[in-house]
Every structure is written in structure tokens, then in C-alpha cells.
């Protein structure tokens, strides 16, 4: 069974630009969640898609949204990206039923500068 | 709101000797309990959980971690530490059964560095 794939592995972009990044997740899981890792900030959550609705999200500007499509894919945008933004954005597959656990890709690294 | 500490950011151990890696949480009800394990340059890989049932759950790599309800604590061992095992260490919740907290987001604590000397 394949696992979470995400792509770009490495991104640099400029000041003010926009980026995308795609998750792929592990087939038949429904539940595509995202979050920020920085090594100020730590692990953050910025927000959950499951079944193409996002259901939660976590405490980010606007300039961080997110989609998921009828396959399950997801992507996240950052929009007027700031030196801030860079991190490793890590996504999440989850089956959707309770008690079971995440499985992360490898992650993208953003870095802004 | 939930919340997870860690004690102690970064923790050196001999080869062959014992490891513990602390983490206490915060939660109205009992939370699920994960312990992920991150390499350098890597996505997060699951040690282990805990969801219901028996307290003491066992892991992949000779892990194993106690649930103590009454102590609020998820602590991670491993009796002999090798080599191989230095990396960086998360404990992680979500929201539990009874919970109004949503089950598939994760809050994580701020992780443990975990070194292990020849």
C-alpha cells in the first residue's frame, strides 16, 4: 500500500509570491489534515479536509487555505507568502474512524525568502 | 482545550542503557495518546497509541509507553537505547471517546531530542 505522497519535496519562493502544495493520501483514507512545522512554533494544526469539507482548522491567517478533491487529494495555498511562512508542512492521512492514527508524508520545505 | 508537555527538550542516554521520554497532558476527558518518532528531514513515523483497553501499550523498535490516568501521563521507554534510536521525539492527543474535541487532529507537544552516546 502506497503511502502519504507529498509534493514538492523543496520549495523556495520570493517574498510576496503564492504557492501550492499537494498531498496525496493513502487510498481509501478520507481524512487529509495539514500542519506547520517550525522550530520556533513547533507542530501546528492548520486545518482537516475530510470527505472535500474542511472540519477544522487551526489558528491561521486566511492567507493559509486549503482543498480537498473527490479522490481524496488535498491541496493547501499560501497567499502573499512572508519570511514567517517558511517551515516543513507536513500532511496527514487518516482513515476517518475513531481512535485510529495519522500517517505523514515526508513533507514539503518551504523555505520564503 | 487540550494541551501536551513534554519535560525535558533534549535527553542523551548511553548505548544500552534505559530510556524514558516524559509527557503529561491536559484534557477534560482521557484523550487518544500517540507517541510519533521524526529523522532528520522526515515526516513523523508512529511508535505507538493508545485509544481503550489495557494501559500498557507496546510500540514498534522495543517501545513501549503507560497510560496513568491519575498522573495525566503518556511517558515512553525502551529498556537498552541503540544507536539508531537518536531522533526527535513527539507525544501527541486528540480528542478522546466522549470528547467534543475532533478525533483526527493532533496536538502535539514540543518534542524531545533524543541522543544516544557510544
Known amino acids: 500500500k502506497a503511502g502519504v505522497t507529498q509534493t514538492p519535496r523543496y520549495l523556495i519562493k520570493t517574498r510576496g509570491q503564492q504557492v501550492t502544495l499537494s498531498c496525496s493520501p493513502i487510498s481509501g483514507h478520507r481524512s487529509v489534515s495539514w500542519y506547520q512545522q517550525t522550530p520556533g512554533q513547533g507542530l501546528q494544526f492548520l486545518f482537516e479536509y475530510f470527505s472535500e469539507t474542511q472540519r477544522n482548522k487551526g489558528n491561521f491567517p486566511g492567507r493559509f487555505s486549503g482543498r480537498q478533491f473527490s479522490n481524496s487529494r488535498s491541496e493547501m495555498n499560501v497567499s502573499t507568502l512572508e519570511l514567517g511562512d517558511s517551515a516543513l508542512y507536513l500532511c496527514?492521512?487518516?482513515?476517518?474512524?475513531?481512535?485510529?492514527?495519522?500517517?505523514f508524508g515526508q513533507g514539503t520545505r518551504l523555505t520564503v525568502v | 482545550a487540550q494541551s501536551v508537555t513534554q519535560l525535558g527538550s533534549h535527553v542523551s542516554v548511553s548505548e544500552g542503557a534505559l530510556v524514558l521520554l516524559r509527557c503529561n497532558y491536559s484534557s477534560s476527558v482521557p484523550p487518544y495518546l500517540f507517541w510519533y518518532v521524526q529523522y532528520p528531514n522526515q515526516g513523523l513515523q508512529l511508535l505507538l497509541k493508545y485509544t481503550t483497553g489495557a494501559t500498557l501499550v507496546k510500540g514498534i523498535n522495543g517501545f513501549e509507553a503507560e497510560f496513568k490516568k491519575s498522573e495525566t501521563s503518556f511517558h515512553l521507554t525502551k529498556p537498552s537505547a541503540h544507536m539508531s534510536d537518536a531522533a526527535e521525539y513527539f507525544c501527541a492527543v486528540s480528542g478522546g471517546l466522549g470528547s467534543s474535541g475532533s478525533a483526527r487532529q493532533l496536538t502535539f507537544g514540543s518534542g524531545t531530542q533524543l541522543t544516544v552516546l557510544p
Open positions: 496527514a492521512s487518516n482513515p476517518g474512524v475513531r481512535g485510529t492514527e495519522a500517517f
